[in-house]
């Protein structure tokens, strides 16, 4: 009787982070709250350019704001549950369980965190939403190769998104998508010239 537990559990594991879609919509309209009491709303543009279904990475550019995340969340379309890729200091205790319960998922900064890399390509074959920023950490300005990667081996197009705050008016720009194709250094570069396009101040 133990086999089929433990065949179930290497299964439950293999199939990478899920995503509790009542806590994800509790997220991200929670989310909602600081933007009004600031008196601040979102303007999205190139929203139509999000491929209706299959695999897919988000890849944020300009990234200043602990609060990008869940503006590009609340900026998707309908179905589309962003999963993403969160330093491991911000999953710890009632905030950890919240943020695991929306999908997301840990990564190590300091290492090459391989468990992140496998997550990573497990949302991607489930045929889910992958959510990184390119550059890193916050303010960050050097462009990464680790989302170009994640796209070849994860054979996922990259829709590239920027954003910027106007007044009191958060301005989200969606790409199309880039198809994965081409070295990672090829990638990254056309992912990069779209991220600064996208982040430029309308």
């Known amino acids: ?3 089929p537990r433990a065949s179930a559990a290497t299964k439950a594991e293999g199939s990478g982070p899920k995503v509790v879609p009542f806590m994800y919509h509790l997220v991200v309209t929670a989310t909602r709250l ?7 709303r979102t303007e999205v543009h190139g929203r139509e350019l999000i491929p209706a279904q299959g695999r897919l990475i988000v890849a944020g550019g300009n ?10 969340a ?11 890729m969160a330093k491991k200091e911000l999953f710890r205790g009632l905030s950890g369980a919240i ?9 190590d900064r300091d290492t090459n965190d391989l468990g992140a890399i496998r997550s990573s390509l497990r949302i991607l074959q489930a045929g889910g939403t992958l959510g990184i920023f390119p550059e890193g950490t916050r ?16 054979k996922s197009p990259i829709t590239p998104v920027g954003l910027h705050l106007r007044g009191r008016t958060w301005v989200v720009r969606f ?27 309308l």
Not at 67 to 72: E, H, K, L, R, T
Not at 186 to 200: F, H, I, K, N, Y
């Open 139 to 154: 303010g960050g300005k050097e462009m990464q190769g680790g989302t170009a990667l994640l796209a070849l081996k994860g």
């Open 34 to 40: 600081p933007l009004l009491i600031r008196g601040q």
């Open 175 to 201: 790409g199309a998508a880039i198809e994965p194709k081409g070295s990672v250094k090829e990638l990254t570069q056309v992912l990069g010239a779209e991220l600064d396009r996208l982040s430029e101040r």
């Open 1 to 3: 009787m133990s086999q």
């Open 99 to 107: 943020i695991r319960g929306g999908g997301s998922f840990p990564v």
């Open 74 to 84: 609340q900026s998707m379309p309908p179905g589309r549950y962003v999963q993403f």
């Open 63 to 72: 990234h200043t704001s602990n609060m990008d995340p869940f503006i590009i």
